[in-house]
Structures are given as C-alpha cells and as structure tokens.
C-alpha cells in the first residue's frame, strides 16, 4: 500500500471514530434528560399519594373521634393506610409499584368513603367529608 492510501485510510477511521463518539454523547445526553423526566413524575406521583394518603389517615381519626361505633374497624382501616403510606416513603418507586400504589390508596379511599356515609345516616345534620 502507498502511504497516501494510509494517510486515507486512517483520516476515514478517525471521522469515523470522532462521529461514534459524538454519537454516544448524544444518546447519553438524551438517555440522562429522558431518565431525570421519568424520576421526576416518580417523586411527583410520590408526592401525591403521600398527600392522598395523609388526608385519608386524616380522616379515619375524625370519624374514630366522632364515632365509637365500629371502633375496630376503622382503626383496621387506619392502620391499613398509615403501613401503606409508611411502606411508599421508604420506597424506591417505578412505574408499576406507583399503579399498585395508587390501587390500594384507591381501595382505602372507598372504604373511607363508606364508612363515612354509614356514620352520616346515623346523624341528622352535618356533611360527609368529601375532601381527599
């Protein structure tokens, strides 16, 4: 081979290695934005249920100091909410453990809701509370 036929030969290979390399900076780039916007909802879904939960924890001990009927039962409820929001704070969460998060935040929200309604007709006055 000439030596005019390395000196190309070896131009190619650096343009070639100098776009690779750029190439990977740039997916790098891209992976590290996409991966900080995925961890961002995370936290911020994170955030959420801890809120959703503490106002349903709220609200377990307002019917418990208003109605002493079926006691058990709502402190069963209470203590099912206060494990779960304590399990989610020390969690690392990804996309399918904030589904199953929000599946049993949603399932203590119903209990919630029944139990107020059942306490409600017991009373003449005074409104459900509706605020989680």
């Known amino acids: 081979?000439?030596?005019?036929?390395?000196d190309t030969i070896q131009k190619i290979l650096l343009?070639?290695?100098?776009?690779?390399?750029?190439?990977?900076?740039?997916?790098?780039?891209?992976?590290?934005?996409?991966?900080?916007?995925?961890?961002?909802?995370?936290?911020?879904e994170k955030v959420l249920v801890e809120e959703e939960?503490?106002?349903?924890?709220?609200?377990y001990s307002h019917i418990a100091n208003h109605h002493t009927l079926n006691a058990d039962e709502i402190n069963v409820e209470k203590?099912?909410?206060?494990?779960?929001?304590?399990?989610l704070k020390s969690t690392v969460?990804?996309?399918?453990?904030?589904?199953?998060?929000?599946?049993?935040?949603?399932?203590?929200?119903?209990n919630n809701h029944r139990l107020q309604e059942t306490f409600h007709k017991g009373m003449s006055a005074g409104a459900i509370n509706t605020t989680y």
Do not use: C, P, W
């Open 79 to 87: 203590e099912k909410a206060e494990k779960l929001l304590d399990n």
């Open 53 to 59: 939960l503490t106002v349903i924890i709220k609200s």
């Open 15 to 44: 343009i070639a290695l100098g776009a690779m390399t750029v190439s990977m900076v740039l997916i790098s780039v891209f992976n590290y934005k996409d991966n900080r916007q995925k961890n961002d909802y995370l936290e911020h």
């Open 93 to 110: 969460l990804d996309y399918e453990s904030i589904i199953e998060y929000r599946r049993k935040m949603l399932e203590l929200r119903k």
């Open 1 to 6: 081979m000439s030596r005019a036929t390395k």
